[in-house]
């Protein structure tokens, strides 16, 4: 895992005091925090060869992909309406270390193409730190019954 740069965010939050002029007792106070981004190095692999990227824990595989400019389809934008986004790890290793999926996740991997003993959905596959190394193979082709053969532009 790949400690890459150091990300500050800010944020307002109520914080408890007496106020004199307004008569409430809420003020606002600013709050900076530094915290390191943690990425894990993975792996796609398509007809085309193979792309390492670094992927921001807590991000999914099809964010990751769109951001890379990986061919992940993702036809409904991750909410679990289809399975253009599908894909499958490579080693059964990381695979155990996954989430099990849902019952919704396994009705659309029901409905991919070329599914396997290690199929997963790239919007449900999230990073975290024990998935570093991750592999991950995208199938020849995918089912989206809206329109086929249309590769929509992530947002």
Request: charged share 25%; glycine share 6%.
């Amino acid at each position: 895992m790949k400690k890459s740069k150091i990300e500050v965010r800010s944020a307002y939050i109520p914080f408890p005091s007496p106020n004199p002029i307004s008569g409430g007792i809420y003020w606002v106070c600013l709050v900076t925090i530094f915290f390191l981004v943690c990425r894990i190095s993975v792996t796609f692999f398509d007809k085309d060869g193979e792309q390492e990227i670094k992927v921001p824990i807590g991000m999914s595989m099809l964010e990751a992909a769109h951001e890379n400019d990986i061919e992940l389809e993702g036809a409904c934008e991750g909410s679990l309406a289809c399975s253009t986004c599908h894909v499958i790890v490579m080693d059964l290793e990381q695979y155990n270390k996954l989430e099990d999926p849902t019952d919704e996740e396994n009705d659309m991997l029901d409905l991919a193409f070329g599914l396997t003993e290690t199929s997963r959905l790239g919007c449900q596959v999230i990073a975290k730190p024990e998935l570093d190394g991750l592999r991950l193979a995208l199938p020849a082709a995918t089912r989206n019954f809206a329109v086929d053969g249309y590769k929509p532009k992530p947002h």
